[in-house]
């Protein structure tokens, strides 16, 4: 008898270490078990949209709202994935993995990655400090990606089964959650 994949959503702010996670997650158990990890930053239309900052009427990118993933082609690979009895797990992790009904309803566990706004602000810094300013990465985040945080992915908080401390300096987090895939893997073997 078959059985579906074990399936898990990662969602959490901008550079709140969701990508870091399932790649732990996966450098540790993933010759255990047949793994499919999708990535919603993958997903994003091309040409991007466009948004208008509430607050200062400056022209964005907009990369922190629903609508800015090709839903159809991100929908049906991942449905594709799920029904795929060869993996035995399948991870999509992003933003808005604990945000879309289609997505929410086909996970066995979801999972929630905190970390605190000034924190999650100085690693997107980081991140895209060699193609802007600091000024344009701290004017983009306080303008339009702190406000899609809030109206959007925050309240998914509330719909997680767990919540994973994002500073990742101990693997804690990490080891916690396989744990829990492992016995939740055994469940299943036992059930059939």
């Not at 690693?123 to 991140?127: D, N, V």
């Not at 990465?137 to 899609?148: E, S």
């Given at each position: 008898?078959?059985?579906k ?5 990662i969602g959490?702010?901008?550079c ?32 991007i ?11 964005y990118a ?22 795929n009895?060869?993996?035995?797990i ?6 808005f ?6 997505v ?18 100085y ?5 895209w ?6 000024d ?13 945080h ?11 089964d767990?919540i ?8 804690m ?13 055994k ?6």
């Open positions: 008898m078959s059985i994949p074990y399936v898990i959503g959490g702010g901008t709140s270490g969701k990508t870091t996670l399932v790649k732990n997650v996966i450098g540790l158990i993933g010759s255990e078990y047949t793994m499919t990890a999708l990535h919603m930053d993958k997903y994003y239309k091309n040409p949209i466009r948004t208008i900052a509430p607050i200062t009427g400056i022209e907009e990369a922190n709202h629903p609508d800015s993933l090709e839903t159809d082609r991100l929908f049906s690979d991942f449905n594709e994935a799920v029904a009895e060869k993996n035995d399948v991870i999509i992790e992003g933003l993995s604990l945000h879309y009904e289609q929410r309803e086909k996970l066995d566990l979801r999972v929630f990655v905190d970390l605190k706004s000034d924190e999650r602000m690693r997107r810094i980081k991140r400090m060699d193609r802007q300013s600091v344009d990465i701290a004017h983009r985040y306080l303008d339009t990606v702190r406000y899609r809030d109206e959007f992915v925050e309240p998914t908080r509330w719909r997680a767990m994973i401390n994002g500073t990742l300096e101990s693997n987090g990490t080891e916690i959650l396989i744990t829990y895939i492992r016995e939740a893997m469940a299943r073997k036992i059930t059939i």
